[in-house]
């Protein structure tokens, strides 16, 4: 196919994210500011890369100014990053700050101004308290949803003056689909309802975040607030109805669980009737339902690294197991599918475009940008040339290719206003640590985690500074 080249709208965002727990490292946290990754980490150590965990990670605490720098160099319109919930407070109840990580913090968000990346700060990027989780099962209790609209107030008062860009959770379904639908992780135990009541919290959390957000005037100089989400691209194995049934119920459990609350304010009443069908329940109170109806977000970011395809379910469902929403569905793989054999996760970048087109005619259009979208590849060192820059030619092409689509959506009308990579920096994953490498640019653990530019990492600033890229 001849090749063109793309403009990049001038004022589109071209930017990079990662999260607090995935780069600060453990470097001045204190006893009892475990967060829920930690405590995952500290349970589950034999699945390690390596052994390397959090407790480097990327020291961006201490090496924040250096990485800033390479932001600037590459010339990143905005960086996305959260706020470590769990290190910020010391005291989660009494909602007392701990200065001097909010100090860090401010200091981070000042660098960032100075050098012409637009902070955006997420609230909760998996970082919900260690000790939250252990006194009242996290996100199970409502009055964990207020000590969350405290320590949000709290983040507002700090630093709500620089930045314009909030989010509430990034991907609010994936910690409990792991712990209570999945089973997958501590504690260990299939528990739909409490999945359920997990996600309804969230989505309370955001509401009444965003209700908070408006009543103190922090969105007088532009500032908008909104959340994160991962919906799931799904497609049906084919059109018969069985398989795009299973299709339907798919997007219902895993996607609009969350985009319908909290961008159109009301839950598909077509998921509660599948709910109450198998006597899945969950605390909801008028007057909360009416606070999510009134205060839905500004805008969403939204996470996509590849389709997911499912067909109708052909077992036979062991009726004395709990329900799990695989009662509908099974996972298809599409013969000759392309991969990302390292992650494996399928690579399909019309997932982009179909998103964006789905936005703009299901979800009145609002604002939305890709938050995340990037390639992890294992050992990437065996591709360095003599200058030892890593030749990631597969980056540039996912990079290319997901870019392409996410511009041809613009172009289509939909309200697309940013594509972000993830990730800036190699990080560590909270599933494999660093074993698959993301940034664009690269962590040397072997050398003291010095930090070099993939090639991916010029491409990208060439396509900033021109405007235009090849696809
Ligand atoms: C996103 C998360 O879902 O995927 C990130 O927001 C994560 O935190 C990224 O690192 C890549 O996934 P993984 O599991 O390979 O690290």
Same mark, same amino acid.
């Given at each position: 196919?001849?090749?063109?080249?793309?403009?990049?709208p001038s004022?589109?965002i071209?930017?990079?994210a990662a999260s607090?727990?995935?780069?600060?490292g453990?470097?001045?946290k204190k006893?009892?500011?475990?967060?829920? @990754?930690?405590?995952?980490?500290?349970?589950?150590r034999?699945?390690?890369? =390596?052994?390397?965990?959090?407790?480097?990670?990327?020291?961006?605490?201490?090496?924040?100014?250096?990485?800033?720098?390479?932001m600037?160099?590459?010339? &990143?319109?905005?960086?996305?990053?959260s706020?470590?919930w769990?290190?910020f /407070?010391?005291?989660?109840e009494?909602?007392?700050?701990?200065?001097t990580?909010? $100090?860090?913090?401010?200091?981070v968000?000042?660098? /960032?101004i100075?050098?012409?990346?637009?902070?955006?700060?997420?609230?909760?990027?998996y970082? %919900?308290?260690?000790?939250?989780l252990?006194?009242?099962?996290?996100?199970?209790?409502k009055?964990?949803?207020? @000590?969350f609209v405290?320590?949000?107030e709290?983040?507002?008062? +700090?630093?709500?003056?620089?930045?314009?860009?909030?989010?509430?959770?990034n991907?609010?379904?994936v910690?409990?689909?792991?712990?209570?639908?999945?089973? #997958?992780?501590?504690p260990?135990?299939? =528990?739909?309802?409490?999945?359920?009541?997990w996600n309804? =919290?969230?989505t309370?959390?955001?509401?009444?975040c965003?209700?908070l957000?408006?009543a103190?005037n922090?969105?007088? =100089?532009?500032?908008?607030?909104?959340?994160?989400?991962?919906?799931?691209?799904?497609?049906?194995r084919?059109?018969?109805?069985?398989?795009?049934y299973?299709?339907h119920?798919?997007d219902l459990?895993?996607?609009?669980?969350?985009?319908?609350?909290?961008i159109k304010g009301?839950?598909?009443?077509?998921l509660?009737? &599948?709910?109450?069908?198998? $006597?899945i329940?969950?605390?909801?109170t008028?007057?909360? @339902?009416? %606070?999510?109806?009134?205060?839905?977000?500004?805008?969403?970011? *939204?996470?996509?690294?590849?389709?997911?395809?499912?067909?109708?379910?052909s077992k036979?469902?062991?009726?004395?197991?709990?329900?799990?929403?695989?009662?509908?569905?099974?996972h298809?793989d #599409?013969?000759?599918?392309?991969?990302?054999?390292?992650?494996?996760?399928e690579?399909?970048?019309k997932i982009?475009?179909?998103?964006g087109m789905?936005?703009?005619n299901?979800?009145?259009n609002?604002?939305?940008?890709v938050?995340?979208?990037?390639?992890?590849?294992?050992?990437? %060192?065996?591709?360095?040339?003599e200058?030892?820059?890593?030749?990631?030619d597969?980056? *540039?092409d996912?990079?290319?290719?997901? #870019?392409?689509?996410? @511009?041809?959506?613009?172009?289509d009308g939909?309200?697309?206003?940013?594509?972000? #990579?993830?990730?800036?920096? $190699?990080? %560590?994953s909270?599933?494999?640590?660093?074993?698959?490498?993301?940034?664009l640019v690269?962590?040397?653990l072997?050398n003291d +985690?010095?930090?070099?530019?993939k090639?991916?990492?010029?491409?990208?600033?060439a396509?900033?500074?021109?405007?235009?890229?090849v696809?």
């Open positions: 196919m001849a090749k063109h080249t793309i403009q990049i004022n589109f071209m930017g990079a607090a727990w995935q780069t600060e453990w470097s001045g006893e009892g500011q475990d967060s829920f @990754l930690d405590q995952w980490y500290k349970n589950d034999y699945v390690w890369h =390596n052994g390397y965990g959090p407790a480097g990670a990327t020291d961006f605490y201490n090496r924040y100014a250096e990485d800033i720098a390479l600037k160099q590459i010339g &990143l319109t905005h960086y996305r990053t706020i470590n769990s290190r /407070l010391t005291d989660y009494n909602v007392v700050v701990d200065e990580y909010a $100090d860090y913090m401010s200091r968000i000042d660098e /960032l100075a050098s012409g990346v637009e902070p955006m700060i997420c609230l909760e990027h970082e %919900v308290p260690a000790y939250l252990d006194k009242y099962e996290g996100w199970s209790s009055h964990v949803v207020e @000590l405290k320590y949000a709290k983040v507002f008062e +700090r630093y709500g003056d620089r930045v314009k860009h909030w989010f509430t959770f991907e609010p379904i910690v409990q689909t792991r712990v209570y639908l999945d089973a #997958l992780r501590y260990y135990e299939q =528990n739909t309802p409490k999945w359920m009541q309804y =919290n969230k309370l959390a955001t509401a009444k965003v209700q957000f408006k103190k922090y969105n007088q =100089n532009g500032a908008k607030i909104g959340v994160i989400l991962n919906p799931e691209v799904t497609y049906a084919s059109s018969a109805p069985h398989d795009q299973a299709a119920v798919y459990f895993y996607n609009r669980v969350f985009l319908d609350p909290l009301e839950y598909p009443q077509e509660f009737d &599948l709910m109450s069908k198998h $006597d329940t969950f605390e909801s008028t007057e909360e @339902l009416t %606070v999510i109806k009134e205060h839905t977000v500004d805008y969403v970011g *939204i996470n996509l690294y590849y389709p997911h395809r499912v067909k109708a379910q036979a469902w062991n009726e004395n197991i709990p329900f799990h929403p695989s009662y509908y569905y099974e298809f #599409l013969p000759g599918k392309r991969m990302n054999k390292s992650r494996g996760w690579i399909y970048p982009i475009y179909d998103m789905r936005i703009k299901e979800y009145n609002i604002e939305w940008f938050a995340e979208n990037g390639m992890g590849i294992e050992n990437e %060192v065996v591709f360095k040339n200058e030892h820059i890593i030749q990631d597969y980056r *540039i996912f990079i290319t290719e997901h #870019l392409y689509y996410t @511009l041809q959506a613009v172009e939909s309200n697309c206003t940013g594509y972000m #990579l993830w990730a800036f920096t $190699d990080n %560590v909270p599933m494999n640590a660093f074993k698959n490498r993301y940034g690269e962590i040397n072997e +985690r010095s930090r070099h530019l090639k991916s990492g010029y491409w990208y600033q396509a900033i500074k021109e405007r235009s890229f696809a």
